[in-house]
């Protein structure tokens, strides 16, 4: 299984990304694809969740900002992240239930 995680950057205060994980080695168009992140000093959190139907749950801090998507053709998913905030610095990491991809920065300056 190898999850490859992209996307990540510097951008400014209330401005966006778009972070791309490419999935292979297993049966991608099943099962629960999630973004995790962690940022310095804290723990891991869950920040996004998709069913294999395209059912979406969000942590409330990222709720009507961030949108998370998945490409059962391509073996992807995606993360658009609007509105960016210094609090969404983190190491932002693709994940698929014990499997995780090696995480792209993203850091929000004020």
């Known amino acids: 299984v190898q999850l490859q995680a992209s996307g990540g950057g510097l951008v400014q205060a209330g401005r966006s990304l778009r972070l791309s994980c490419a999935a292979s080695?297993?049966?991608?168009?099943?099962?629960?694809m999630a973004w995790y992140r962690q940022a310095p000093g804290k723990q891991r959190e869950l920040v996004a969740i998709?069913?294999?139907?395209?059912?979406?749950e969000y942590v409330d801090s990222v709720k009507g900002r961030f949108t998370i998507a998945r490409g059962n053709a391509k073996n992807t998913v995606t993360l658009q992240m609007n509105s960016l905030q210094p609090e969404d610095t983190a190491v932002y990491y693709c994940?698929?239930?014990?499997?995780w991809g090696q995480g792209t920065l993203v850091t929000v300056s004020s």
């Open positions: 080695g297993f049966t991608f168009n099943t099962g629960i």
């Open positions: 998709i069913s294999s139907l395209g059912s979406t």
């Open positions: 994940n698929r239930a014990q499997f």
